[in-house]
């Protein structure tokens, strides 16, 4: 019998080039996943603001983490805020003004989920492009099969203002970059030469051009009632039957606080034996969170971040709160009772209670524990020492005033708990000085400093007037004269020499004519 082997891998063929499409069909299916922009082109003016949607297009596959960077030039855009308001996601890692980086606890599929908004201002005329520069889009399998294959990217012509098209304010939105928890606006807007009449329109659309109908010749309005989220006014100006170009001007409102959320508390239990570390993470839909406040049984609120760490704690029953503050100055506390295992606290044996410690002299003190750990001081309610237990001992120099004094010690164990504080009472006397190791009574001391005093104050007076009476003396002493100027005299010409001769004797003019 002879076999066509020709014909037979023929029929092989068949089944491997079916199981290989429908690999690459599954490849394909898994790696389809797109992060895009939206809008993918628009014009704007310098100063103007705008919105970009950061979308998600899972190519029918169930997602459930996202990441996407943005890149742009930041001579011509300036990124001013980022919201994740209508997002796929609730549970965010980051989210900035270049990064979205979150999950969706119920798996999104669809061709436009948005992950979040970025709004960005003008600040240069000029071409400019924002891209998806890096991201992730993950697969909802368990294992988290990264399935992006695309990232697209926006392109946007920036251009200088047109000369004609009204300048926009609002007196209740005044910062464009701000979210307001008031629900009316006012618009203002001034009036081009020649204009007369305007066309305008609320929306939330940041491109909107409003249409050639005039709404008159006022120059404000007010809208009352808006729902939360960022608005756009677009306006612009009518002179004859010329239409200027459209101006904008963007509100946004958020009177929503953010969204309940929880404090997380370690160690867990129901009492805890070291300082906690609590955790604790808020979202809002629309401004974003702004900041984070603690307070403890009642205190003020001050500033802080998560996780937060305690770095002490005194033992006993806390109630804690949390606020999460958003941009609007919305807020949503969160509460948490902590029951903290105390420490004992140490005793303080010098000084006693009531005692009376001299003038100028050192405070001896004295504290002991019932555990390792540090012992704090504190004098008046100012920490003077942190020292090391069980047993410590501190001389305080310092001048006191002659009044009640209140020493205050406690205890701090490695773990950060803290103990109740032991107290002393103790009087500064007056009447009982230290010099130099020996105590003086005050009506011995305070003649004595006092007839010094006065000795000072005599003796500084004397040398006061023998200084003042040296300079009026150097005041009135006359001038020594000064060096003498010796006038030399100029010997008078000599009389011509009588010769010896008289034949050599010049003759006179008489006898000149003898």
Not at 40 to 69: E, I, M, P, R
Not at 140 to 168: K, N
Not at 367 to 383: F, M, N, Q
Request: aromatic content about 8%.
């Amino acid at each position: 019998m002879r076999i066509n082997f020709s014909k037979k891998f023929n029929l092989l063929r068949i089944p491997i080039l079916l199981l290989s499409l429908f690999t690459l069909t599954s490849f394909a299916n898994a790696a389809s996943a797109k992060l895009y922009l939206s809008p993918s082109a628009a014009t704007y003016y310098v100063g103007q603001y705008f919105s970009v949607d950061v979308l998600v297009d899972t190519g029918g596959n169930l997602t459930n983490a996202y990441k996407a960077v943005l890149a742009y030039p930041t001579d011509k855009l300036e990124a001013v805020a980022v919201s994740g308001g209508g997002s796929i996601c609730d549970l965010w890692l980051t989210q900035t003004k270049t990064t979205l980086e979150c999950g969706a606890t119920t798996p999104y599929k669809g061709s436009a989920g948005r992950i979040g908004t970025i709004d960005f201002r003008v600040k240069a005329a000029g071409p400019a492009t924002v891209s998806v520069a890096s991201g992730n889009v993950k697969k909802h399998d368990g294992r988290g099969t990264e399935i992006l294959s695309v990232r697209e990217a926006s392109t946007f012509d920036l251009q200088e203002t047109p000369e004609g098209v009204p300048a926009i304010s609002s007196s209740t939105h005044s910062n464009q970059d701000a979210w307001y928890q008031k629900k009316t606006a006012t618009l203002n807007w001034t009036t081009p030469s020649g204009t007369d009449g305007f066309s305008y329109v609320l929306s939330t659309r940041s491109t909107e051009i409003p249409d050639d109908n005039s709404e008159g010749t006022e120059t404000t309005k007010t809208y009352e009632g808006l729902a939360d989220g960022p608005w756009y006014f677009h306006l612009k100006a009518r002179s004859g039957i010329s239409w200027s170009n459209t101006g904008h001007f963007r509100l946004q409102i958020d009177s929503t606080p953010p969204a309940d959320f929880e404090i997380v508390v370690d160690p867990p239990g129901d009492r805890i034996s070291r300082a906690p570390l609590l955790s604790f993470a808020a979202t809002d839909a629309l401004s974003g969170v702004d900041h984070y406040e603690i307070a403890m049984d009642g205190t003020d609120f001050t500033t802080t971040t998560s996780p937060y760490q305690f770095e002490r704690i005194r033992g006993g029953v806390h109630e804690i709160t949390v606020r999460a503050v958003d941009r609007a100055g919305n807020v949503k506390e969160a509460e948490v009772t902590i029951d903290v295992i105390g420490v004992s606290a140490p005793t303080i044996t010098r000084p006693a209670e009531g005692d009376q410690i001299p003038l100028f002299g050192p405070l001896e003190i004295t504290a002991t524990s019932t555990a390792l750990g540090r012992i704090e001081l504190a004098l008046d309610g100012k920490v003077i020492a942190t020292l090391d237990s069980p047993e410590t001992d501190y001389t305080y120099r310092k001048l006191l005033s002659p009044r009640e004094h209140e020493l205050t010690a406690v205890f701090l164990n490695a773990d950060g708990i803290e103990s109740e504080p032991a107290a002393v009472k103790f009087r500064i006397n007056p009447w009982a000085v230290n010099l130099f190791g020996l105590i003086v009574p005050g009506y011995l001391f305070y003649p004595l400093l006092l007839a010094a005093l006065a000795g000072l104050i005599l003796l500084a007076r004397r040398w006061i007037r023998k200084v003042r009476t040296a300079i009026k003396n150097r005041r009135e002493k006359p001038e020594s004269p000064g060096p003498r100027i010796m006038e030399i005299e100029k010997p008078a010409p000599e009389a011509p020499a009588e010769p010896e001769n008289p034949a050599e004797k010049p003759k006179s003019p008489s006898d000149k004519r003898d």
